[in-house]
């Protein structure tokens, strides 16, 4: 079993202390990596667990960070690359953005699943204000700092039609995934919640009650919404990350340039997006633009499928106010 813990490097870092912790947790076979263990709730693959644990235990959140927190496959790459974006305009001009020569995800690591995973924390202390962060983990599984600071939290939430159908495509590209198994089987164990992080409705909906609750500190978007009006959200992001456009920048169309630059289609079309590999994992760069469109489960799901999932939200997200 010690395999199972070794990360992207074939390294395995967990304490014996922690590989016992992670042994006594439940745990099934899944359709994205071989193992998942049902760890605070949520699923997680055995090479996580170091940089997952090492981040709970040892993050400090300062009050002006800006976390950016996703379910996988919910549009993290384009959140990224508009906060960047945002942030940083007095820096970069669009024409000299770092987008265009480095993947969002390199100029935006995860904290979690990447910088702790790689003992890489020490660089944190060297980011600029505000500090740009990622994660995946769900709300309840935040380390205290988080919750406690004054930092703020942009949550972007998708339909689990369409982020199934998008993870079932991307899985089939990590290195480190599990043998392929049927969109039937992989779309069994989804229902059941299994998956890297899930059950999503669990995770989507932490972050939707928190952000109800606090609404000064967590940004709650959703994939979809963007899709539609990404002027009007781009200008709710940089509000709530205390860097709102000046009506100057407005006139001159800065919010309408912005959203051209990190479109689905630009972003898809960098050669930097194009080529290469991440910085971690393995995973192709291209592998984070597929579609980008919201609806294109209706061209992998039968009715029948669509249907069980529908009622299953029904009943998950149920008088949450969510699926409104
Ligand atoms: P599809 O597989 O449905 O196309 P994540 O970034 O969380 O890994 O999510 C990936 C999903 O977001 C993929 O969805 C991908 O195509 C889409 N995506 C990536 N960049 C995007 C962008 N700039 N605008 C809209 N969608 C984007």
Redesign the pocket.
């Known amino acids: 079993k010690s395999v199972e813990f070794q990360n992207s490097a074939g390294e395995n870092q967990l304490s014996k202390e922690d590989q016992e912790l992670v042994l006594s947790l439940p745990r099934v076979k899944s359709w994205d990596y071989a193992f998942l263990y049902q760890y605070q709730g949520f699923w997680c693959a055995s090479n996580c667990f170091h940089g997952i644990l090492s981040f709970q235990r040892h993050f400090q959140a300062k009050d002006t960070d800006i976390l950016l927190v996703?379910f996988?496959?919910?549009?993290?790459?384009?959140l990224k690359?508009l906060t960047y974006t945002i942030a940083n305009r007095s820096r970069y001009t669009l024409e000299n953005s770092p987008l265009l020569t480095t993947p969002s995800h390199d100029l935006v690591p995860f904290t979690d699943v990447h910088i702790y995973a790689d003992n890489k924390s020490s660089t944190l202390e060297d980011l600029p204000t505000p500090r740009i962060l990622a994660i995946h983990l769900p709300y309840a599984s935040l380390p205290h700092s988080i919750i406690n600071s004054n930092c703020r939290i942009v949550y972007l939430c998708r339909n689990p039609l369409?982020q199934f159908?998008?993870y079932w495509?991307?899985i089939s590209k990590v290195p480190q995934a599990a043998d392929p198994v049927s969109i039937d089987e992989a779309f069994e164990m989804f229902c059941q919640g299994v998956q890297m992080f899930g059950p999503i409705w669990d995770h989507e909906l932490g972050y939707w009650k928190a952000s109800l609750e606090k609404s000064n500190k967590i940004l709650f978007l959703k994939y979809e919404d963007l899709k539609e009006d990404i002027i009007y959200y781009i200008k709710k992001l940089a509000d709530f990350i205390g860097c709102p456009f000046n009506n100057e920048e407005e006139a001159q169309g800065v919010i309408e340039e912005i959203s051209k630059f990190?479109?689905?289609d630009n972003?898809k079309n960098l050669e930097v997006n194009q080529i290469g590999k991440l910085s971690y994992f393995g995973i192709e760069n291209k592998a984070?633009?597929?579609?980008?469109?919201v609806g294109?489960w209706t061209n992998h799901l039968t009715p029948s499928m669509s249907k069980r999932l529908d009622n299953l939200m029904e009943e998950k997200f149920g008088d949450s106010g969510l699926m409104t």
């Open positions: 996703t996988p496959k919910s549009g993290t790459t384009w690359a369409d159908i998008s495509h991307f990190c479109s689905f972003m984070y633009f597929r579609k980008g469109k294109d």
